[in-house]
């Protein structure tokens, strides 16, 4: 580039000076690198519209697969949606949303992209035009005998090669703010990946964490991304080491929140959770204190030992104790393979698919066999039948002192037996206490108590 720039100069120099034209030759050269300036201009703004455009492809790109993920893993995959969908939807609403709604975002993909390159076609245009007027000028000189034949043909390579390269430097500074983009979603990717890692490197480590004294949520507030208001508002309590605590409320109230929180599946907007002084997002091993129950059951394809056991280490007899305690004793005497029957078929043909009371005991057995030191059971026997309800939350409740407990139930029965109940309304804690005390306070605890007293007298 800096030969073509140093004949760049000798070919002005020579139009304008040694023609014995100063005036015409300064307004070539004013001409030339009016030009060449509007064109690396041109080069710049197409390439960081064009750069724009594709950001905004690519962001749009992984919206539509995840749409196509949805609908071709989940509602036209999964036998339950399935089931619900031959029942309801029978003027076919939803595979007509789904094409819809495919056809509409693989239209605006198209868009995007046939943007982006009309945009940079334009910058390649506006470039091209301008080496054609350059070569006008050279060719008139040329014409005009102020340059020799072989002097044209050097100076039209020299000035397109100015032209192109720094067209090219303006195209690849323009697109640096895309390119940028592009390369922080690989470096938060990373970032990520390496997260999920420390985390899994933890699951040997339940038998061996040291005792604690109590975890602190100190005016923690949450709001989802994107929600209107806070899921969890400004909540203080502690949870006392041994301590069985019960947490209540409506539908909505915050408790399946709140134990995403307690677990750190989710960062608190404000506040500060603690345990024994140290905030907990600081704690290396600490998934490893928790053994849980999620409201929605998870069944993975492989077998139900190994669905108990999942990667802790194989212990039969402590294995035949979960799946007592969780009442799937009759059921596993029945399965063809025992223990090592696959569940559900998405891998095995022969799998068996559990009921839904029966998944819920499956989740309680693994929890169990996991056997940490805290207890997070959100929900566990929503599905259970009245029998095995009662027989679960009697054998909860013998839970030994040495394991903590947060419980979620909409059976107010099993929050008798806890030793401090928290009430959620909208968010925010509104109760706290033993049964009785909050039973003579008459507020909410009271009035979702007595909704079902019927059931516990
Ligand atoms: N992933 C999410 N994104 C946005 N909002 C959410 C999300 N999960 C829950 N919410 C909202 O947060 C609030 C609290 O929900 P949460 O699931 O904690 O309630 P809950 O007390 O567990 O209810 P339930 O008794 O029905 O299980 C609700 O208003 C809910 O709509
Ligand atoms: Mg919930």
């Known amino acids: 580039m800096i030969a073509s720039i140093s004949a760049l100069t000798l070919l002005v120099s020579k139009l304008a000076f040694q023609a014995g034209k100063p005036v015409q030759g300064l307004v070539t050269i004013a001409f030339l690198l009016l030009v060449i300036g509007f064109a690396s201009l041109a080069s710049y703004f197409s390439a960081k519209a064009g750069g724009k455009y594709m950001t905004q492809f690519y962001r749009f790109n992984s919206k539509l697969g995840r749409t196509i993920d949805y609908y071709f893993d989940v509602v ?62 050279i060719a008139l000189a040329g014409y005009l005998h102020q340059i020799s034949i072989g002097q044209v043909v050097a100076y039209v390579g020299y000035l397109s090669a100015v032209v192109t390269a720094l067209g090219q430097f303006m195209g690849a500074y323009g697109r640096k703010d895309s390119a940028l983009e592009t390369i922080s ?26 005792p604690f004294a109590t975890i602190v949520f100190d005016d923690v507030s949450f709001r989802y991304p994107g929600a209107a208001q806070d899921a969890i508002s400004h909540v203080s309590f502690t949870l006392d080491s041994g301590v069985h605590m019960a947490l209540v409320g409506k539908n909505g109230s915050g408790k399946s929140t709140l134990i995403k929180l307690l677990l750190r599946l989710e960062k608190p907007t404000s506040g500060r959770i603690t345990m024994d002084g140290v905030d907990i997002a600081t704690l290396p091993n600490y998934e490893a204190y928790f053994s849980c129950v999620f409201q929605k059951t998870v069944q993975y394809a492989v077998s139900l030992k190994e669905n108990i056991m999942l990667n802790l280490p194989d212990d039969e007899g402590r294995l035949q104790q979960a799946i007592d305690f969780a009442g799937l004793t009759a059921l596993v005497a029945k399965l063809p393979a025992g223990v090592d029957t696959s569940l559900t078929k998405y891998v095995d043909e022969e799998g068996v698919e559990l009921s839904g009371g029966e998944a819920q005991k499956l989740c309680i057995a693994r929890a169990w066999y996991r056997g940490a030191m805290i207890n997070v059971m959100d929900d566990p026997t929503s599905a259970l039948d009245p029998h095995a309800e009662t ?40 109760e706290s206490g033993a049964h009785a005390t909050l039973m003579s306070e008459k507020g909410q605890y009271f009035q979702l108590f007595s909704a079902q007293a019927g059931l516990y007298t």
């Open 391 to 430: 027989e679960i939350f009697q054998k909860l409740s013998t839970l030994s002192k040495q394991q903590t407990a947060l419980l979620v139930s909409h059976r107010m029965g099993f929050a008798r037996d806890c030793d401090r109940i928290l009430v959620l309304d909208h968010g925010r804690l509104v």
């Open 76 to 137: 036209f995959w999964q036998h339950e949606i399935g089931r619900s969908i031959r029942l309801y939807d029978d003027n076919k609403t939803i595979t007509n949303k789904a094409r819809q709604l495919l056809d509409d975002q693989v239209h605006e993909d198209q868009r995007l992209q046939v943007l982006s390159s009309k945009v940079k076609g334009l910058g390649t245009i506006v470039v091209n035009v301008g080496i054609g007027l350059m070569y006008a000028v």
């Open 185 to 210: 979603q690989y470096f938060e990717f990373t970032a990520f990946q390496k997260a999920g890692t420390q985390s899994q490197a933890l699951k040997g480590q339940v038998k061996q964490m040291s």
